[in-house]
């Protein structure tokens, strides 16, 4: 699927999406439900309890206890709204109270605006011609807003004799004359019309999903064949292994959600209610249910949405009682919940339950909520899950699971090469500690040092990467390797010719091992590795670097007699160069003691043999494997300097 024609598809989706959202919504949420409502309706089936009947009680129940909690937060609505010009004084009061402790930033504010509005009044030209006569000086008439009529504030102009000529009204601007609009009264059907249109889309949206939440739990296995049938063109195994996915994960996160947001809002209601007994006087704090709900319904927002919900009934406790110390409580109750539901129920229940990176649910909030509004925010993270599922499942739509998905866009071998690319060896080695936090210093250096290496050694080959920035990787590549393999007990860096004995802590074996480069520093870089290993296990190792002429490789290993004699290669010219340094040493190295690594290759080791010419070579495609194949190797030299240790001993 080209690029063009899958932005054509996702911009055609979203736009149908928008357009049928009167359709959609209802469809979507009925869905949602059905599925919540489908484990309890499976539990009364297997109680024996008809289809229908079970279905039934399901909806019942659910949407009785949503309506009766929507008829429980109307009344708090209502009472708080009863309740509002009550607190009007404690508001005036405190503001009062804060301007007379000294000059606030708000007297400040005030006396500015004061001083600019004057000087742009006093700077202002006059429009009206200069030469005209003036009789007498022009007075503004000042208004004021009682109970929606205006009134004159201002002296009234003195009365004209009975016989005087009574002027025509004329304004300007010195003397505008100003005028009232009495608005018209709504007639009694058009006022109800209006409150019945307001009331009965929901209404209407509320009774379709009811109706098809019934109706999906009494199909749910045909619907879910026809859509299975619909869109697996053939492929029934990956589809079902995709449609249980994303609906598992739905479920499982709805439940959390339901649970964690369920016991949140409970938490701030009975809060409140313990506050407002306790330090408000015996005063039930107003409409405490309803912020409760509001806390609850707010939390499908990731991250502020509680913090919104927390700013209502904060304020309210300003407003409503005296003095701070309810306002202080309120803020600490919300404190304490939030890190209780953040640091212990989310871990517990959450888990890996969506999939989705943090990012994702914020943006997937912001675009469900401006596509559908505030219905969108709340299926926010159930429709974002189905689309990271279409994205794991659909190879053409797979950046979907990587814009969408928790899990890193990079591997660790990728993630290290790529800052290692950009400079950033810090970064590169910090990700490399990350990694063998968890894991053994040989599976680092298997698992993401290697592979790091030969995507330069690709890249360079390909001719992608240039000689500067090969330098940079392999000078970075070399200070990750000697961080990771730094030991206080011996260097962790070996240079030419220089046979350290074994780690302090480990038993030497007497074992000799020398590790040649096949070619370039990828490979001497390799083989410092595999030095690091050998001399962790007690092995002596001389470890060449790929400065040193074939000739004189030679002439040290005879000096230094190994039991091994191992070179090490790197992709994707390891064969090539290794059949060129054997040619150069023309049989300086015995057989029988040679061993060969070519890390990180993709072929089969009988396939690498061939290409060598080499059947009775050992070769090794990960550090690991070299270890055990040396240890194989001499474990007959181990046993022979085992006796004559013990002969000396003796």
Do not use: C
């Not at 947001?261 to 039930?284: D, F, Q, R």
């Not at 590549?477 to 004995?501: F, Q, W």
């Not at 290409?611 to 494997?625: D, P």
């Amino acid at each position: 699927m080209s690029k063009l024609k899958t932005a054509a598809i996702i911009l055609v989706s979203v736009a149908v999406l928008w357009l049928g959202q009167e359709v959609f919504i209802p469809l979507v949420l009925s869905f949602m439900m059905a599925m919540l409502l489908s484990g309890p309706v499976r539990r009364m089936e297997r109680w024996h309890f008809p289809r229908v009947v079970a279905a039934t009680i399901a909806v019942v129940v659910a949407f009785g206890a949503m309506a009766f909690i929507g008829y429980l937060v109307g009344n708090q609505v209502y009472t708080l709204a009863s309740d509002l010009e009550k607190y009007q004084g404690e508001i005036v009061r405190k503001v009062s109270t804060l301007r007379g402790t000294g000059p606030g930033v708000m007297d400040k504010v005030e006396s500015t605006l004061q001083k600019v509005e004057a000087a742009a009044s006093t700077n202002q030209p006059s429009t009206e011609p200069a030469s005209q006569p003036t009789t007498q000086p022009a007075t503004q008439a000042t208004f004021t807003v009682t109970h929606g009529v205006p009134v004159r504030t201002d002296p009234a102009p003195a009365t004209k004799p009975a016989d005087a000529e009574i002027d025509k009204p004329s304004g300007s601007r010195q003397n505008p004359l100003y005028a009232y609009i009495m608005p018209g009264q709504p007639s009694p059907l058009r006022t109800l019309s209006s409150y019945i249109g307001i009331a009965l889309s929901p209404l209407a949206t509320a009774g379709l999903v009811i109706v098809f939440v019934f109706f999906i739990l009494l199909e749910r296995e045909d619907i879910r064949d026809r859509a299975i049938r619909l869109v697996s063109n053939g492929q029934y195994t990956l589809t079902t292994t995709a449609v249980d996915d994303g609906v598992d994960r739905i479920i499982r996160y709805i439940r959390a959600q339901a649970i964690v947001n369920g016991t949140y809002g409970l938490a701030v209601a009975l809060g409140l209610w313990l506050i407002g007994l306790t330090l408000g006087g015996g005063m039930t704090f107003p409409s405490f249910l309803l912020w409760g709900l509001l806390g609850a319904v707010l939390r499908f927002v990731p991250y502020i949405g509680p913090w919104v919900a927390a700013a209502f009934p904060i304020t309210l406790s300003i407003a409503a009682y005296n003095g701070f110390s309810v306002a202080v409580a309120v803020i600490a109750m919300f404190l304490v919940i939030e890190l209780l539901s953040n640091n212990i129920m989310e871990p517990i229940l959450y888990g890996s339950t969506t999939g989705l990176s943090v990012m994702a649910l914020l943006v997937s909030a912001v675009f469900w909520t401006w596509l559908w509004g505030p219905v969108g925010l709340l299926l926010s993270t159930p429709l974002t899950v189905v689309m990271m599922v279409v994205g794991r499942y659909v190879p053409g739509l797979g950046f979907l699971e990587v814009l969408l998905g928790d899990k890193p866009a990079m591997t660790p071998p990728e993630r290290v090469y790529q800052r290692l690319l950009a400079g950033d060896e810090d970064e590169a080695l910090a990700v490399a500690e990350e990694y063998a936090k968890d894991h053994t210093l040989k599976e680092t250096f298997d698992d993401v040092l290697l592979p790091a290496l030969s995507m330069s050694e690709r890249d360079a080959g390909q001719g992608t990467l240039n000689d500067e920035r090969r330098t940079m990787v392999l000078q970075g590549t070399r200070r990750i390797i000697e961080e990771l393999g730094e030991n206080p007990a011996a260097p962790a860096a070996v240079k030419t010719g220089d046979t350290p004995a074994a780690t302090k802590d480990v038993t030497p074996t007497g074992v000799r091992v020398a590790v040649l480069p096949a070619h370039d520093e990828a490979d001497a870089l390799a083989g410092v590795m595999l030095n690091r290993l050998l001399r962790d296990s007690g092995v002596e190792t001389l470890n060449l670097t790929q400065h040193a002429l074939a000739s004189e490789m030679v002439e040290q290993v005879r000096t230094f007699d190994p039991h091994v004699v191992f070179v090490s290669s790197t992709p994707p010219a390891a064969v090539s160069h290794v059949r060129y340094l054997l040619r150069r040493m023309r049989g300086g190295l015995p057989v029988e003691k040679l061993a060969i690594g070519v890390w990180s290759a993709t072929s089969d080791v009988e396939t690498l043999k061939n290409r060598l010419e080499l059947k009775s070579a050992v070769i090794s495609t990960s550090l690991g494997g070299a270890i055990e194949q040396i240890r194989q190797m001499t474990e007959q030299d181990r046993v022979d300097i085992r006796k004559q240790r013990e002969v000396v001993g003796a």
